[in-house]
């Protein structure tokens, strides 16, 4: 089924995993699949892993998802420093699965990169997305940016980005992890004025660790709001504390934006399926309650 339909009876609740790195077994990936199954959302994503090594466990992934359990995949593809030919076969093995559905990225560049090479056939998401159109009649996804992208020239700039993606075929939008709502609801309003009209899901990510979430915020760009920088600073060296503190503050947000009717919450699970569980579990009152509603 197409992502953009689930939309139609929103909020959609989404879960993202991740490959493991390339030569490494996929036992421990299919045991979080197994795990995450029993919350039934209404897709999981599979990111493309660094630079896109993992580009084949992604599709292998995808297809256990959407063939062995029956929920639907979101595929990550990413473009940077790949060929039309490189795109092109990834197309034709997510079509053999029968998965409809990709997130179109550019990527992030590799560590020794500081520029993307001249001779590349992709620049940004939107020709990636471009390129999809010409192969194959695949859902799309893209991803966006409440805090701005980080190396966008500003705010405008990268909503005028946004836009093209929208205007070259991606259906939904995923929005980076972002740690304070208002940010979102800012966010969402910019896009309604400039008649970005596709779903949004929010983007959350429990935190768990404090030098993995000020490490991810300074490659994203996304900022630690005073309220949750004191849960970090005082539970740092408690890791029961502060796991229980960073599910609580992420459940805080997700029941706050789905009061103020969000599209979707896409959860960044960080292959972690009691954390994802435990959330879900203290949410699952509301879902009964929306989904009824619908």
């Known amino acids: 089924m197409r992502i953009k339909d689930y939309y139609k009876n929103k909020p959609v609740f989404s879960l993202e995993i991740f490959p493991p790195k390339p030569g490494s077994p996929l ?31 992604t599709v292998e992934i995808a297809d256990t998802i959407k063939n062995k359990y029956g929920i639907e995949a979101l595929a990550h593809l990413t473009c940077i420093n790949s060929t039309k030919e490189e795109v092109a076969e990834i197309l034709g093995r997510l079509q053999k699965a029968k998965i409809e559905n990709i997130l179109a990225l550019r990527g992030d560049r590799p560590a020794d990169q500081s520029t993307i090479p001249p001779t590349t056939d992709f620049q940004y998401a939107s020709d990636l997305i471009k390129f999809i159109k010409t192969k194959a009649d695949f859902c799309i996804g893209a991803a966006c940016y409440p805090e701005v992208h980080i190396e966008a020239e500003d705010a405008m700039a990268d909503l005028h980005n946004l836009k093209r993606k929208v205007e070259t075929g991606a259906d939904f939008l995923i929005t980076q992890l972002f740690l304070d709502n208002s940010i979102f609801y800012a966010f969402r309003e910019k896009l309604d004025k400039l008649a970005i009209g596709v779903p949004v899901a929010a983007g959350i990510m429990p935190v768990l660790n404090k030098k993995q979430i000020e490490r991810i915020t300074s490659l994203c760009g996304a900022s630690i709001p005073p309220k949750f920088r004191r849960i970090l600073d005082r539970y740092e060296n408690s890791p029961e504390a502060l796991k229980e503190a960073g599910i609580a503050y992420a459940t805080e947000q997700i029941i706050d934006l789905l009061s103020s009717g969000v599209d979707g919450i896409h959860l960044y699970t960080m292959n972690r399926p009691e954390v994802a569980k435990t959330i879900f579990g203290q949410i699952s009152g509301i879902r009964k309650h929306l989904k009824a509603e619908t």
């Open 27 to 57: 036992d421990g990936v299919f045991a979080t699949i197994d795990a995450l199954s029993v919350l039934r959302p209404d897709f999981i994503s599979v990111t493309y892993g660094a630079a896109g090594g993992s580009r084949f466990y």
